[in-house]
């Protein structure tokens, strides 16, 4: 069987596959919004936050937040203080929980301690113990 020759114009230095993929654009990598923190699922992490816009948490997180968004998964398990503007519960909070403007509680998710809320939804299956007062128009709960 005959091998064809590559062609190659005049003056142009000869290429390879390899050296066109090196050179290729790469794909800009998804970027998280910034201030996003994820809590992964299997980490513990204790202490304080801040600057932090979006809080997730899928592992074990001790500390004092005050965030825009604060989410914990169904994985996930939160034991301080939070303060929020919206708050969605599918995991376990334990501590003093303010939600500024939306608290939601889904279906399996638990808070034990103090809650302050807004606006407020429970999920059937969702479960909130202990103090709760609602904030009034003025910001007093």
């Given at each position: 069987?005959?091998?064809?020759?590559?062609?190659?114009?005049?003056?142009?230095?000869?290429?390879?596959?390899?050296?066109?993929?090196?050179?290729?654009?790469?794909?800009?990598?998804?970027?998280?919004?910034?201030?996003?923190?994820?809590?992964?699922?299997?980490?513990?992490?204790?202490?304080?936050?801040?600057?932090?816009?979006?809080?997730?948490?899928?592992?074990?997180?001790?500390?004092?937040?005050?965030?825009?968004?604060?989410?914990?998964?169904?994985?996930?398990?939160?034991?301080?203080?939070?303060?929020?503007?919206?708050?969605?519960?599918?995991?376990?909070?334990?501590?003093?929980?303010?939600?500024?403007?939306?608290?939601v509680v889904v279906a399996g998710g638990c808070i034990d301690g103090e809650v302050a809320y807004r606006g407020l939804q429970v999920e059937p299956?969702?479960?909130?113990?202990?103090?709760?007062?609602?904030?009034?128009?003025?910001?007093?709960?």
């Amino acid at each position: 069987m005959a091998m064809i020759p590559e062609r190659q114009h005049k003056g142009a230095p000869a290429r390879s596959l390899a050296s066109d993929a090196a050179s290729a654009p790469k794909e800009p990598k998804a970027q998280q919004p910034p201030g996003h923190l994820v809590i992964g699922e299997g980490l513990e992490i204790s202490g304080e936050i801040s600057r932090c816009s979006t809080l997730k948490v899928a592992g074990s997180l001790r500390a004092s937040v005050q965030v825009e968004e604060l989410v914990v998964d169904p994985s996930g398990s939160f034991e301080g203080e939070a303060t929020a503007r919206k708050v969605r519960i599918a995991g376990r909070f334990d501590g003093k929980l303010t939600a500024e403007a939306e608290l939601v509680v889904v279906a399996g998710g638990c808070i034990d301690g103090e809650v302050a809320y807004r606006g407020l939804q429970v999920e059937p299956g969702g479960i909130i113990r202990g103090k709760m007062d609602a904030i009034d128009e003025a910001g007093d709960a």
